[in-house]
């Protein structure tokens, strides 16, 4: 079975500095996706960013960035220039690219604060 | 494009009743999920449907079912309700187009039993 560990319950930064949220999963499959989605106090969960498997560059949108190490089995999340609105749950998460076992597995997530 | 639609938003329920959450999905999508969140579990998957079956199924008790209909529109059933029972029930659309892998999920219903 997969796992997905985030070691870091809460994170803290100061406006317009960086930050590095920590992922580890762990599978025997070598084809999957690994996401980060922000859950802001209003509970929505919404994606941040995507990296498949396959794709040996880090994904990058904007001021996220992840940086994935696949044999290390590590996916963290670097956000650039922090700002208030940044503030929220972060999940990382693993998903097979087998159509039948399609489940997310989300790790405990990390409460970011932005410090003004 | 409308996004995932979850009903009702908030509701109290007591110990032993039952309850019926709803979930409509992006337009196209015919993949459903269903997540129930806690502050001490975090997110656990319930089950999928995929057109209008049942794919894959976590590890919760038969109390908890769901279904999908020929819309993809779901529901989820919550039987016998505990206390435990307490929680954020997210559901989450995916398929379409292009397969991204992506989920997208819904505002999620927050189940309250007394």
């Known amino acids: 079975a997969q796992t997905v560990t985030q070691s870091q319950p809460e994170m803290s930064v100061q406006e317009a500095e960086t930050v590095t949220l920590s992922c580890t999963y762990d599978t025997s499959e070598s084809d999957y996706y690994l996401f980060w989605y922000k859950q802001p106090p209003s509970r929505q969960m919404i994606l941040v960013i995507r990296q498949e498997a396959y794709k040996q560059q880090n994904a990058t949108e904007n001021r996220f960035s992840v940086n994935f190490q696949k044999a290390a089995k590590s996916f963290s999340l670097k956000i650039s220039d922090s700002q208030l609105g940044d503030a929220a749950m972060y999940f990382c998460?693993?998903?097979?690219?087998?159509?039948?076992?399609?489940?997310?597995?989300f790790g405990k997530g990390i409460t970011l604060s932005v410090r003004p | 494009k409308a996004g995932v639609t979850q009903t009702p938003r908030y509701l109290i329920k007591t110990r032993g009743q039952q309850v019926t959450l709803s979930c409509s999905p992006i337009?196209?999508?015919?993949?459903v999920s269903w997540y129930q969140q806690t502050p001490g579990q975090g997110l656990q998957f319930l089950f999928e449907?995929?057109?209008?079956?049942?794919?894959n199924k976590g590890n919760f008790p038969g109390r908890f079912s769901g279904r999908q209909f020929s819309n993809s529109r779901s529901e989820m059933n919550v039987s016998t309700l505990e206390l435990g029972d307490s929680a954020l029930y997210l559901c989450?659309?995916?398929?379409?187009?292009?397969?991204?892998?992506?989920?997208?999920f819904g505002e999620g219903s927050r189940l309250t039993v007394l």
């Open positions: 998460a693993y998903r097979s690219a087998s159509g039948a076992n399609s489940k997310l597995t």
């Open positions: 449907y995929f057109s209008e079956t049942q794919r």
């Open positions: 989450a659309s995916s398929g379409g187009g292009a397969n991204t892998g992506e989920l997208f």
């Open positions: 337009s196209g999508h015919r993949s």
